[in-house]
T-cell receptor, first 114, second 113 residues
Framework: KAGVTQTPRYLIKTRGQQVTLSCSPI?????VSWYQQTPGQGLQFLFE???????NKGNFPGRFSGRQFSNSRSEMNVSTLELGDSALYLC?????????????FGPGTRLTVL | QKEVEQDPGPLSVPEGAIVSLNCTYS??????FMWYRQYSRKGPELLMY????GNKEDGRFTAQVDKSSKYISLFIRDSQPSDSATYLC?????????????FGTGTRLQVTL
């Protein structure tokens, strides 16, 4: 079974631009979550999508948004990029089928804002 | 103050040593506790998860949870160079979805020959 895939793997943008990141979950997984990873803050939860609906949201400004498609693929958008948005953005999927649901992480998209 | 505190290291140990990694947390609502391992340029992968206080063993790994002290540990026995990675503790509450995890900042471990 293929794992979680994320595209692109690396991205360089300038301040003020916007960016869209893509995530394809493991086949059959309907829940997709996004995390931001930085050296100082570690992994921080951005949001979760389930069946095309945002089900949970972290404490990030409205510049961070996402969506999920009917095939469970998800995209994350960051508008008006700031230097502090430079980070590794990780996508995770899980099956939602058990009391505990293991999250499977993709390799991440490394975003650099200049 | 962060909800989950973890010493960032780096921690350097010789091959064969016993490694102890720790996290403390402040939110008593956390009920599920996990340890993830992250290799360079990779996403985190789940190593172990526990629900109750006490010990859970899986091969060379032992996870320990002390809810009364709000303290969790991961022990690695007979450490190998392949264990060199960043170890992240994570936890979540018993309500809501399984997806909203709160992570520590991670401890970088280097196992030397």
């Amino acid at each position: 079974k293929a794992g979680v895939t994320q595209t692109p793997r690396y991205l360089i943008k300038t301040r003020g631009q916007q960016v869209t990141l893509s995530c394809s979950p493991i086949s059959g997984h309907r829940s997709v979550s996004w995390y931001q990873q930085t050296p100082g803050q570690g992994l921080q939860f951005l949001f979760e999508y389930f069946s095309e609906t945002q089900r949970n949201k972290g404490n990030f400004p409205g510049r961070f948004s996402g969506r999920q498609f009917s095939n469970s693929r998800s995209e994350m958008n960051v508008s008006t990029l700031e230097l502090g948005d430079s980070a590794l953005y990780l996508c995770a999927s899980n099956s939602q089928g058990a009391a505990y649901n293991e999250q499977f992480f993709g390799p991440g998209t490394r975003l650099t804002v200049l | 103050q962060k909800e989950v505190e973890q010493d960032p290291g780096p921690l350097s140990v010789p091959e064969g040593a016993i490694v102890s990694l720790n996290c403390t947390y402040s939110n008593s609502a956390f009920q599920y506790f996990m340890w993830y391992r992250q290799y360079s340029r990779k996403g985190p992968e789940l190593l172990m998860y526990t629900y109750s206080s006490g010990n859970k063993e899986d091969g060379r790994f032992t996870a320990q949870v002390d809810k009364s002290s709000k303290y969790i540990s991961l022990f690695i026995r007979d450490s190998q160079p392949s264990d060199s990675a960043t170890y992240l503790c994570a936890m979540r509450t018993n309500t809501g979805t399984a997806s909203k995890l709160t992570f520590g900042t991670g401890t970088r471990l280097q196992v030397t020959l």
